[in-house]
């Protein structure tokens, strides 16, 4: 039975680099191919589905981030990590959001906020608090890791950010740095599953 386990968690593990990784490479390519044509600093991640094959480009990148986040649960439920609790409903929140967003597209800048759009909103509320907050309970009460630790805290103060910048735009017509935070905040979320996977992979081979 042991070596039945040890098996399925070096199968999974490997799945869910693969799919962090994969999830990388389109959303680097529309950040290279917008260039002159979208602002990094003010237009968030989520406008890419305006330019030439975005919508498909995301939907890859929002997918692949999902599996890899799912496979990543199951390695650390194989690794211990109790399949009923906090931890595994906010990495859950994290994949569905990510799902959810790929479904329900944003508004384009100015126009009116549509169902499609309200529904994209607030499922990236819920997945930008959901993995921060997964994390650190991971790191207090499961891995011992401090990567782990600074990617979540960092990773949910730049949330927290991310959040009120929304609120500034809609109350004045100052600078928006939306797409500013966001990318900062998807960085650290990136780190914050790599340490994550870093972490399941020392338990997996201890």
Partial sequence: MTEIRGKR???VLPLAVASLVLSLFPIVYLHVASVGELSPISHTISDYIFVAHGSGLLAVTALSLAAGSVCLLLCLFSCGLPRRGPVALLIALWSAGLAVVAVFPTDPTGTPTSVSGLVHRYAGAVMFTSLPLAGWLISRRFIRSTAVRR????????????????????VSNGAVYLGLFERVLFALLYG???????????RVTA
């Fill in 9 to 11: 968690r070096a199968a």
């Fill in 151 to 170: 990617f979540s805290f960092a990773a949910g103060v730049t949330s927290l950010a991310f959040m009120l910048s929304h609120a500034a735009v809609f």
């Fill in 192 to 202: 914050l599953l790599f340490a994550l996977a870093v972490a399941a992979g020392r």
